[in-house]
């Protein structure tokens, strides 16, 4: 019974130390903007509502443009797919977002397949070989960094992170903390 237990305490010590450690890395990554000069922004998708970003979104797209206008790089990829019910990609949303703040059309790409964050940066690997885009800009949430950038490694692409500070979600602890603990469970079940 007490080696049973020792083994209990082991696994549980073990998980708890893997579970803390990847939470700091996500934690860690989010809180450091890297934007530096690039080939591309990219803008991981979120809810779009009958063509309008969803207030998550809009955050994404705002610091985009803020990084695009400060001239870190010449052309800004949006992404994410048509979810069940909608009209219009969330790519195409934020495009059209973004024209409507004055980013030049031709300066904008929207990749509008993608349906999770590994299908957008494939879509995004797609526009980058024919476009010679190796450093690209993610910006999303800051919880959803340090994973996007990993996938974004495994797709040979060169990943600097800068977070959305102004999303709702950075501004509701609660709401973060959720995200962050499914953010664990991706990153854990990521090969």
């Known amino acids: 019974m ?4 020792k083994i209990f305490l082991g696994l549980s010590a073990i998980t708890l130390l893997i579970l803390s450690w990847t939470a700091f ?5 989010g809180q450091f903007d890297q934007a530096a000069n690039a080939d591309a922004i ?21 610091h985009a443009k803020n990084l695009f206008e400060k001239n870190l790089a010449p052309l800004i990829i949006t992404t994410g797919g048509i979810h ?4 219009i990609s969330e790519g195409e949303a934020g495009k059209n977002y973004l024209i409507s703040q004055d980013v030049p059309a031709e300066k904008i790409i929207a990749e509008i397949k993608s349906l999770t964050t590994k299908e957008n940066l494939n879509g995004v690997k797609e526009i980058a070989a024919r476009r010679n885009i190796k450093t690209i800009i993610i ?29 709702p979600i950075s501004k509701n602890t609660w709401l973060e903390l959720k995200y962050i ?3 664990i469970a991706l990153v854990l079940m990521q090969p």
């Open 42 to 62: 990219v803008v991981l998708g979120a809810a779009e509502y009958a063509g309008k970003p969803s207030p998550v979104f809009q955050a994404r797209l705002d």
């Open 139 to 167: 910006v999303s949430d800051a919880f959803h960094l340090y994973r996007a950038k990993k996938i974004a490694e495994n797709l040979n692409l060169i990943g600097l992170t800068s977070p959305a500070t102004n999303s």
């Open 181 to 183: 603990g499914r953010e």
């Open 84 to 87: 069940p019910g909608e009209k």
């Open 25 to 29: 890395r996500i934690i860690r990554t």
């Open 2 to 5: 007490k080696k049973l237990l």
